[in-house]
């Protein structure tokens, strides 16, 4: 229903940043709610954070909260993942997914339209 592709995803430093982008086709991107999600080898895909469908709300992870920020740019059908003060424990592929918004928060298994990952990795 959504294509989605993610990018900006690299190596840094531990204590460094990263912006990833998620980019969007679609002239109904305004009706999607967006969320990031991440998976480190040998584990599961964890909810990372989401944005409703103007921005003007946004969900986080405890783990993420005081480092990552996800906002969006509906008039060029992007959504961001600004992450700062990187730990090596943040490494991992890097997924943006949509979703109908039909309540908030929303919970992973609302999100059903991916994309195919960026790879970030944190060196210590």
Do not use: H
């Not at 002239?27 to 998976?39: C, I, K, L």
């Not at 969900?59 to 906002?71: E, H, Q």
């Not at 992007?78 to 997924?95: C, F, G, H, I, R």
Request: charged share 15%; aromatic share 12%.
């Amino acid at each position: 229903q959504v294509q989605l592709v993610e990018s900006g995803g690299g190596l840094v430093q531990a204590g460094g940043s990263l912006r990833l982008s998620c980019a969007a086709s679609g002239r109904t991107f305004v009706n999607y709610a967006v969320g990031w999600f991440r998976q480190a080898p040998g584990k599961e895909r964890d909810f990372v954070a989401s944005i409703s469908r103007l921005g003007r709300m946004t969900y986080y992870v405890d783990s993420v909260k005081d480092r990552f920020t996800i906002s969006r740019d509906n008039a060029v059908n992007t959504v961001y993942l600004q992450m700062n003060s990187l730990k090596p424990e943040d490494t991992a592929v890097y997924y943006c997914a949509a979703a109908i918004q039909t309540r908030w928060p929303l919970g992973p298994t609302d999100f059903g339209s991916w994309g195919q990952g960026t790879q970030v990795t944190v060196s210590s």
